[in-house]
């Protein structure tokens, strides 16, 4: 049955001084998928992302620029905004720490909670960070530095405002044990959990006096402090409900927020801090916290200094939007790290974009045009093929997507959607159109391979929506379906049929062009290797036979496990005319193949192919590249020919 509940998502509220990076694409793309899937589904939905203004790094910012900090703030803000545009982020409200109907939220809760002997006055000496804008204790601060950022910290002494988190460790704990739901995934909830287990939780400094930071929401109870920073970003999850919809207030209805999607590195400030607000609040908690891994880049953390930090804007430019969000969740599972590589990267675009989704659109209306006049056709009376595509069609829509989008299982769920997409293909080449439509007496069953076609595509088109809204919009458009994804069209169960036959299509430009490696670079070839001059004698005699090979039993060659593999892309390996780097798929999983079959093929007439490869070789390394199998072919000092199958089979079959 389908959840009627409003949902509320929100990101982190992103500093206004940081350059948009990987990080914040990836946190603001997920959430902007279960916005959309949920709208799709029904819900009423509201996205929360937004801006943090305050703080001591804004207010040094500003002043080393020689400008006042709001107008730095106003001058930033747009580089989010704009990003979000253009990386179709859906959206609903989009929060400034520094919109006064926040300010008046926050200092109401201040209040509340100094009127409730909540907050006190003390002094405090610590180990101050600046960058981080925290207070450490002895313990935490190794070397003089800061056990976060690493940088220095500087000891203070003063006096501050302090919330009383403390007393309410058990009931926080006591929380986080009987919702299993509340922290995820489950190693997140672990560390946690674990934390407040074996630590005494203390009260939290929530002010800083003006002497030092102005830049800030100011105490309603004492003009000469600020309120500390995340208190103040913390309370946007709430004000946003009040002032930001057009209906207001909305808070009644969409509070608790049932997702707060957030990086690991703030996991503790939502976790403990939020929560512990909020119970002193009595407020509820929200329903999940879902902290996500980190970006690596080639195998290196992130940073400024190393100069490898990854521009969203760019890659925009170089591949898309829509294959830039869909790497980002196909990738890795969502709450765990991830590696970022453009290779990597222009590899999943041409496999699973290019080769895979754009060429079943592609294929699909250049049939349609040539041989129906460009009408959708009527289908006849399906057969086998036709029912098993069908089916696993409708399980997708209706059972395996919602399983694993509701989970956050993002990557899984675009699995999923690509295992459709490669039996759709399969299906094309099993049923050879271009064969039915040069005979008459087939051309009943011509134009049910073609609705099949394109009634997967369709239904297709409502799988991707989430993620690639742009493509799939393309898809329907292309079909001559004006469908209209602001509607809730997977409130309901999906029946095949929903494309009506004797609609025009409208072809247009390919969905996914194929992205070359290297554009531009001249091909490079290996160096040659200078022969050593050898002395020839005649040979008199026959030459020697050879020692007859050692025998092996049937028991050592059963360890040898053969399948077929399906190549879905190829590239030549630079500096080597004989290598050539496979992405092949083995039906439940795609490896990549380093094969020293250069010089008898070029790459893109591998493409297609369904080849022979040993899939329990021990992955090596060929010029510096991992391959993961071997592909069989015949032939002594030269490849001849790749070995492949004569019928059609699944990639993955086991070959004996």
């Known amino acids: 049955m389908t959840n009627t509940a409003p949902f509320y998502i929100t990101t982190p509220i992103y500093y206004v001084n940081d350059v948009p990076h990987i990080g914040h694409a990836y946190t603001t793309i997920a959430a902007d998928v279960l916005a959309r899937y949920w709208r799709l589904r029904g819900r009423e939905v509201f996205f929360l992302t937004g801006l943090d203004e305050h703080g001591q790094k804004v207010q040094q910012a500003s002043a080393k620029a020689g400008i006042d900090p709001q107008v730095h703030c106003d001058r930033l803000a747009p580089q989010f905004q704009t990003l979000w545009q253009r990386l179709n982020i859906s959206n609903d409200a989009f929060i400034r720490t520094t919109d006064p109907e926040h300010k008046s939220v926050v200092q109401r809760y201040l209040q509340r909670l100094y009127d409730e002997k909540l907050i006190y006055k003390d002094s405090y000496t610590g180990w101050y960070c600046t960058f981080d804008e925290r207070f450490w204790t002895e313990k935490d601060v190794e070397a003089g530095l800061c056990p976060d950022c690493k940088r220095p910290v500087e000891q203070l002494s003063e006096h501050n405002y302090f919330f009383k988190m403390g007393q309410y460790q058990n009931q926080l704990l006591d929380h986080i044990k009987q919702s299993p739901s509340f922290i995820r995934p489950e190693s997140r909830r672990n560390e946690v959990l674990g934390f407040l287990q074996t630590q005494t939780l203390g009260d939290l400094s929530i002010s800083r006096p003006k002497s030092r930071l102005s830049w800030g929401i100011e105490l309603p109870f004492d003009h000469e402090y600020v309120t500390y920073v995340w208190f103040d970003a913390l309370v946007n999850y709430m ?73 969203p804007n760019e890659m925009i430019e170089k591949f898309g939007t829509d294959a830039f969000r869909y790497f980002l969740l196909r990738e890795v599972p969502f709450g765990q790290d991830g590696d970022f590589s453009q290779s990597a990267m222009v590899t999943r675009v041409n496999s699973d974009l290019a080769n895979g989704l754009g060429n079943l659109l592609s294929r699909t209306l250049t049939l349609i045009e040539r ?207 004989k290598l050539i780097k496979l992405q092949v798929s083995l039906g439940t999983e795609q490896r990549q193949i380093v094969a020293g079959i250069g010089k008898k093929y070029e790459p893109d007439s591998l493409v297609g192919k369904t080849i022979v490869i040993v899939a329990n070789l021990k992955p090596a390394k060929l010029m510096g590249i991992e391959s993961q199998g071997m592909v069989l072919a015949a032939g002594d000092a030269d490849v001849r020919g790749l070995l492949t199958v004569l019928e059609e089979v699944d990639p993955g079959t086991k070959v004996k």
């Open 371 to 577: 041989t129906q006049g460009g009408a959708i056709p009527t289908p006849g009376t399906s057969g086998p093929a036709e029912q098993e595509l069908q089916q696993t069609t409708l399980q997708l829509l209706n059972e395996t997507l919602p399983r694993h989008l509701e989970q956050l299982e993002f990557n899984r769920a675009l699995e999923a959607v690509w295992h459709v997409v490669q039996l759709a293909n399969q299906y094309v080449d099993k049923t050879a159109p271009w064969s039915l439509a040069k005979k008459e007496t087939a051309a009943d069953q011509l134009k049910t391979v073609l609705y099949t076609m394109a009634e997967t595509l369709r239904c297709l088109s409502l799988t991707i929506y989430p993620v690639i809204p742009k493509s799939a919009q393309s898809i329907c458009l292309q079909l001559g379906i004006p469908e209209q994804f602001i509607n809730p069209l997977l409130k309901n169960k999906i029946e095949w049929g929903g494309l009506k036959p004797g609609i025009m299509i409208h072809k247009g430009s390919s969905l996914f062009p194929r992205i070359e490696s290297n554009p531009g670079a001249k091909p490079v070839t290996e160096s040659p290797v200078p022969s050593q001059p050898t002395a020839v004698t005649p040979t008199l005699t026959a030459p020697p036979t050879p020692p007859a090979p050692p025998q092996i039993t049937i028991d050592d060659f059963m360890k040898i496990q053969l399948k077929t593999a399906k190549v879905l892309s190829a590239e030549r390996v630079p500096k080597s005319e």
């Open 239 to 311: 004000s946003a409900l009040e002032y930001l919809p057009r209906e207001k207030p909305v808070g009644n209805r969409f509070w608790p927020a049932t997702i707060h999607l957030v990086g690991k590195d703030i996991l503790t400030t939502h976790a403990v801090y939020w929560s512990t607000m909020l119970m002193a609040l009595n407020l509820p908690l929200p329903e999940t916290i879902f902290a996500h891994g980190w970006w690596t880049v080639d195998g290196e953390k992130m940073s400024k200094s190393r100069g490898n930090v990854v521009d």
